[in-house]
C-alpha cells in the first residue's frame, strides 16, 4: 500500500516569512496529493491540491509543487501569518483506489510576531 | 448550508465496554469515510462507503471495529470491547461522487474517544 512520510513534525516561522513542508510518497500510481490544514478542536481542511499531471499549483499565499520522478510534493505558504498556525497534513490517493487518503504524520505550523 | 456532523464530541468509556460513534454526512453526499487519529500521528484511513457498494473495510484494525451506514445517509462506528489503544479521535468525512474520481473530503469535528 502506499506510505506517505512528511517533514518537519514542527516548523516555528516568523510572521513574513515562508513555510516550506515536504511529503514523500512510496507508490508511484499515486495520481492526486491534497493538503489539508486542521485547526484545533476542528477537523482538517482542504486548503489546495494537485493532480499528477501537473508540477506546480498556487493559489494565493499558497503553492504545492509535485515532482514526480521523485515521488514528493510540498507546500509553500508565503508571507506568513498568525492564523497560519495549525497542522498541515499532506496526503495521496492511488489511482483506482477509490477515494480513500493515505496520509503523512502532520507538521505543527507556528507563525511568531 | 450544515457541514458534516458527529456525535459525541467525546466519550469517556471503560476498558471492555462498546461504544457507538455517529456520523451525519453532508445531505447529497454518497461517500463517507471513517478515520482515526491518535495523539501526534497523521489520520489512519478506516473504512469507506460509497453509494450502496460494498464498503471498503481494508483499514479497520480489528474485528472489534465495524461500522455502517443506514440509508445512504449516517452513519455509526461500534467498537466492541474496547482497549486503551482505541484511544484517539475518530473522524469522519463524506464528499460527491463516484470510485475512481476525485471529490474534497470534507470532515467533521471527531469524537475524542478516551478508554480508561
Redesign the interface.
Given at each position: 500500500g502506499e506510505n506517505?512520510e512528511?517533514h518537519p513534525s514542527t516548523l516555528s516561522v516568523q510572521e513574513g516569512d515562508s513555510a516550506v513542508i515536504k511529503c514523500t510518497y512510496s507508490d508511484s500510481a499515486s495520481n492526486?496529493f491534497?493538503w489539508?490544514k486542521q485547526e484545533l478542536?476542528?477537523?482538517?481542511?482542504?486548503i489546495i491540491?494537485i493532480?499528477s499531471n501537473v508540477g506546480e499549483k498556487k493559489d494565493q499565499r499558497i503553492a504545492v509543487t509535485l515532482n514526480k520522478t521523485a515521488k514528493h510534493f510540498s507546500l509553500h505558504i508565503t508571507e506568513t501569518q498568525p492564523e497560519d498556525s495549525a497542522v498541515y497534513?499532506c496526503?495521496a490517493?492511488l489511482t483506482?483506489g477509490?477515494?480513500?487518503?493515505?496520509?503523512?504524520?502532520?507538521t505543527q505550523l507556528k507563525v511568531e510576531l | 448550508g450544515a457541514g458534516?456532523s458527529q456525535s459525541p464530541s467525546n466519550k469517556v468509556t471503560e476498558k471492555g465496554k462498546d461504544v457507538e460513534l455517529r456520523c451525519d454526512p453532508i445531505s447529497g453526499h454518497t461517500?463517507l469515510?471513517w478515520?482515526r487519529q491518535s495523539l501526534?500521528?497523521?489520520?489512519?484511513?478506516l473504512i469507506?462507503f460509497?453509494g450502496n457498494s460494498a464498503p471498503?473495510k481494508s483499514?479497520l484494525p480489528s474485528d472489534r471495529f465495524s461500522a455502517e451506514r443506514t440509508g445512504g445517509s449516517v452513519s455509526t462506528l461500534t467498537i466492541q470491547r474496547t482497549q486503551q489503544e482505541d484511544s484517539a479521535v475518530y473522524?469522519c468525512?463524506s464528499?460527491l461522487?463516484r470510485?475512481?474520481?476525485?471529490?474534497?473530503?470534507y470532515?467533521?469535528?471527531?469524537t475524542r474517544l478516551t478508554v480508561t
Open positions: 506517505v512528511q492526486y491534497p489539508y478542536g476542528k477537523g482538517p481542511q482542504l491540491d493532480r497534513f496526503a490517493k483506482g477509490g477515494n480513500k487518503l493515505t496520509f503523512g504524520t502532520g | 458534516v461517500a469515510y478515520y501526534g500521528q497523521g489520520l489512519e484511513f469507506y460509497q471498503d483499514g473522524l468525512a464528499s461522487g470510485a475512481g474520481g476525485w471529490y474534497e473530503q470532515f467533521g469535528p471527531g
